[in-house]
């Protein structure tokens, strides 16, 4: 069974920093698949946040992040990681971290979309940005 589990939410100030962890487990090879962020406020869309491919070597960030959020993977721990810094009050939501295998998408971007459907996401983990 594909789980993923992302951790690392929570409540911050305005300026801050947060780093979001997701943990993948029962991929048969963690290579084969990108991996993403998005996030979602209730009664609106999904938002894309960022993607990174396969080896980390290539990313793409949603304009509203790009420049304070930043995506990284370790492979070797089957982790997907999120650094949010200059943490905006727009940033609060639920964070969800999702994976892509390489045959099922064109180009990274299209993992930013929020018609992408993705075939493994996790359950979330709350972000709240609050004075």
């Known amino acids: 069974e594909v789980q993923l589990v992302e951790s690392g939410g929570g409540l911050v100030q305005p300026g801050g920093s947060l780093r979001l962890s997701c943990t993948v487990s029962g991929l048969s090879n963690i290579d084969d698949y990108s991996l993403a962020w998005f996030r979602q406020v209730p009664g609106k869309g999904r938002e894309g946040v960022a993607c990174i491919d396969w080896d980390g070597t290539h990313m793409r960030y949603g304009a509203s992040v790009k420049g304070r959020f930043t995506v990284s993977r370790d492979n070797a721990k089957d982790n997907l990681y999120l650094q949010m810094n200059s943490i905006i009050p727009d940033d609060s939501a639920m964070y969800y971290c999702?994976?892509?295998?390489?045959?099922?998408?064109?180009?990274?971007?299209?993992?930013?979309?929020?018609?992408?459907?993705?075939?493994?996401r996790g359950q979330g983990t709350q972000v709240a940005v609050s004075p």
């Open positions: 999702a994976a892509a295998y390489f045959r099922e998408y064109g180009g990274l971007e299209e993992l930013l979309s929020p018609a992408y459907e993705f075939k493994y």
